[in-house]
């Protein structure tokens, strides 16, 4: 059985035109009109299938087929997100919603009775304007009224008055947690926003593990100087311990990580920030990633040891915070077998592989067995409007989830 891959190619450009600007990208942010207006246009899509819809308190739709002799199993739920970066490309999110969609719509035709309901499921917020992955987290039962009541973009705008805004009521949001006895399996197929299967022309990829990261605000202070009239050797210069610490990154991954691990310094700032002082201060982040929970603490203790050793030869005072931890999640044995089992029968070359991304999988293994498929992003590119996969490669994708389904809820 295959896809009607004329439609969800017309899904994929129509659901790309909602928030699409001048500037060639798409901007269906959380939570705002646009992103309402994916919603809206996707509970038709699901009603022109025949699949009956709703949206739970966290924003998020779901479109469910079920039978009279499946009404009480666990359902199988399948999705991703539509909301996005600000200036996207057309399939982050949107690709792994609109295959789900395409694979029920085809089951639905078919009249094929499986053994679990069936869950088409579009969540909101993924792309993290109000902290990310907001309506997987609500259903994984992760969310609390803290979070809600806190919760503000980058612009100060309260979550609570932007849900409000839009006509709903922000504290179901609580109302949309599901219990794991309710769930058998969420599966997930998204763009790999990674240079992997491009670069070695595979069209499908199969995920073993989610990475989990930490991220640090690191901040070294020393002594802001004359550059002129301090000498070398008396000075406490605070960005020479990170060029000290940028210089032993390999050394920490190396002696710590796994040929999965990343570290990185993505962000970072002189005090005072003039070229004519030594400087007094800097602040940066790091960003790590690993596919293993105790690889992880190793390079968190590795990057503490190392930055007070830096500190200590270079009179300067090491101080950081934890921003965010999420850890690291494997996928289910079962349904990687599955995903195998089908790319094999289809004639599909894979490749096993770890996701560097998060994504709402990440969420929902909480509560639930999870699996992805990877399809390949041209030349690694994601949170772009030239992110792009081939057609073909998308076709292939798609089928490989709609036969995964089939032999999963048989
Ligand atoms: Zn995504």
Known sequence: MEVK????????????????????????????PKEQEGREW???????????????????????????????KPAILIGSH???????????????????????????????????????IAFSDEEGRFGGMFGSRALSGQLNPGILEEATDLDGHALKDVISALGFEPYKALDASRLSEEIKYYLELHIEQGPVL?????????????????????????AANHAGTTPMELRKDAFMGLADFAHEIPRILDENGSED??????NASLYPGSANTVPGKVEFSIDSRDVNLEVLEEIKTACRKTLSAIARRRGLQFDFNEVSVIEPVACNEA????????????????KLMPSGAAHDAQMMAKIAPIGMIFVPSK???????????????????????????????K
């Not at 996207?88 to 029920?104: N, P, Q, S, T």
């Not at 349904?335 to 894979?350: F, G």
């Open 5 to 32: 891959f004329e439609r969800l190619k017309d899904n994929i450009n129509t659901l790309a035109q909602i928030g699409r600007q001048e500037d060639g990208g798409i901007y269906r942010m959380a939570f705002t």
């Open 42 to 72: 996707l509970i038709q899509q699901l009603k022109l299938a025949n699949i009956p819809s709703q949206m739970d308190g966290a924003l998020n739709i779901v479109g469910r087929l079920e039978n009279d002799s499946n009404r009480t």
């Open 82 to 120: 539509i909301d996005t970066v600000p200036n996207a490309g057309a399939l982050d999110g949107a690709l792994g919603v609109l295959v789900a969609l395409e694979c029920l719509t085809r089951i639905n035709e078919e009249n094929i009775q499986t053994s679990f309901p069936l869950e088409m």
């Open 198 to 222: 491009d670069v070695e022309e595979l069209s499908v990829g199969i995920v073993t593990d989610i990475t989990g990261l930490f991220k640090w605000q690191v901040q070294l202070t020393g």
């Open 261 to 266: 691990s990343r570290l990185t310094v993505g």
């Open 335 to 350: 349904i990687k077998k599955s995903i195998e089992a089908n790319a094999k029968k289809l004639a599909y070359d894979y």
């Open 379 to 409: 030349n690694g590119v994601s949170h772009s409007p030239h992110e792009w996969t081939d057609w073909h490669h998308i076709e292939k994708g798609a089928n490989l989830m709609l036969n995964t389904i089939l032999d999963l809820s």
